[in-house]
């Protein structure tokens, strides 16, 4: 998967960056209190970038959190 996203392919998902941006915070906080790896294959380290190439392809999806994870976080 092509390592950059423009804001045409992932502002089409979104009504504007804002939206974009408070959904990839949450989801990426999500990803690391999960431990979860990325769901698309990539080399990126960067949770972020992880997260925005899941967008991109349509894989995003939040992971249940149990309260215990939550409160060791």
Request: charged letters at 30%; a positive charge; aromatic letters at 6%.
């Amino acid at each position: 998967m092509e390592h950059r996203y423009t804001n045409e392919v992932l502002r089409k998902k979104f009504k504007n960056q804002f939206e974009l941006v408070s959904y990839a915070i949450s989801l990426a906080e999500n990803m690391i209190i999960t431990g979860r790896e990325a769901r698309v294959k990539t080399d990126i380290q960067n949770p972020a970038m992880q997260v925005l190439a899941e967008i991109a392809a349509g894989k995003d999806q939040f992971e249940p959190v149990i309260q215990a994870e939550k409160a060791r976080r």
